[in-house]
């Protein structure tokens, strides 16, 4: 991987927020957190309270990378056909004929997903694993640019279904999105004090950079980022350690390693190295593998958190130099 690789995605990802904060204050991580699991071809899920410019982050996103951009409310008595799609009859041409639903296009953002039950929330999970939908026994592809960014509420409970782990671990990323700074809440206020609109992202001075061709080229440059063998195995034994830890009733499976190591990559590429350090890897860890985890009940009566006993994990297991 060569040195101009690296600073391409360097380069596209600052100009990326550099149009992001043009309607975005703050931020930092979650955008981050956003282009990774672009990059990596995951998806992420955004866990927020309401009001922390999660849709509008998703809707900047896909301004500035010339995206298709669809939203759909969860809600429980959504449909699965609401969402892929259903087969019509069309009486002038005496045939059936395909009227797309919402998940034909690029950046999909799942607003609420955990508004819906099991059945609706499982018609994403083909589209979140093998990029194509199954509609009356056909297969038909999505973009190579579709990507899943799915939003809930963390302390709101009645009328949610929790999502199931099978789901949970189609995820990338969770990215936790907290409230803003005092400093950048006042910047909040002011933009709307001068009567600036910022959640306008249609009608805001954000502009496209980014072409198919670009995110294609950041994605090959990070895949075929450089990544030291003892680095390899230090993921497969945080992986090992997440399974023998007594706080972990079910700990991570062979595909959170791979996720860990592609964000790892990712995290590296997107601040200008050609290489991935332990620190790639430690920072990752917490995004990618706590929504992967199951506590305990003993773990959970304690009041301990999943990063918590992330951290612990972290801590127990040698870095290697």
């Known amino acids: 991987m060569t ?9 596209k990802t600052n ?8 309607v975005i204050v703050g931020q930092e991580e979650a955008i981050q957190g956003l282009l990774i699991a672009l990059f990596c071809q995951g998806h992420a899920l955004l866990e927020g309270v309401p ?7 998703v809707r900047a996103l896909a301004k500035v990378l010339r995206l298709r951009f669809a939203r759909i409310q969860f809600t429980p008595d959504l449909m699965p056909s609401d969402v892929v799609g259903t087969n019509v009859f069309d009486l002038q041409k005496n045939e059936f004929i395909l009227r797309r639903g919402p998940i034909f296009t690029d950046l999909l953002l799942a607003d609420e997903i955990n508004r819906t039950p099991a059945k609706t929330q499982a018609a994403l999970l083909e589209a979140m694993q093998e990029r194509r939908v199954t509609i009356d026994g056909v297969s038909y592809p999505l973009g190579n640019a579709f990507t899943v960014y799915a939003t809930q509420n963390p302390i709101e409970y009645e009328g949610t279904y929790p999502l199931p782990e099978a789901q ?18 006042d910047r909040i206020l002011d933009f709307y004090n001068r009567g600036l609109e910022p959640h306008q992202v249609d009608t805001s001075d954000v502009q496209p950079r980014l072409t198919a061709e670009d995110i294609d080229q950041c994605r090959t440059v990070i895949r075929h980022l450089r990544m030291d063998d003892t ?15 007594d706080e972990i009733l079910v700990g991570c499976g062979p595909r959170a390693g791979i ?13 200008g190295r050609e290489f991935v350090t332990p620190d790639d890897i430690q920072t990752m860890a917490f995004p990618t593998l706590r929504h992967r985890l199951i506590l305990t009940p003993e773990a959970q009566a304690e009041g301990l958190t999943t990063d918590e ?7 127990r297991v040698p870095v290697p130099r």
């Open 3 to 11: 040195d101009e690789g690296v600073r391409f995605v360097l380069q």
């Open 15 to 22: 100009e990326i927020f550099q149009e992001m904060r043009k």
């Open 51 to 57: 009001g922390t410019a999660k849709t509008l982050m």
């Open 168 to 185: 949970l671990d189609r995820f990338l990323l969770k990215i936790q999105v907290g409230y803003p700074s005092a400093a950048e809440e």
């Open 231 to 245: 680095l390899v195995t230090y993921v497969r034994q945080l992986m090992v350690a997440t399974r023998q830890s």
């Open 259 to 271: 996720h860990l190591l592609l964000a790892s990559k990712a995290h590296a590429a997107l601040y």
């Open 309 to 315: 006993v992330l951290r612990a994990v972290l801590d």
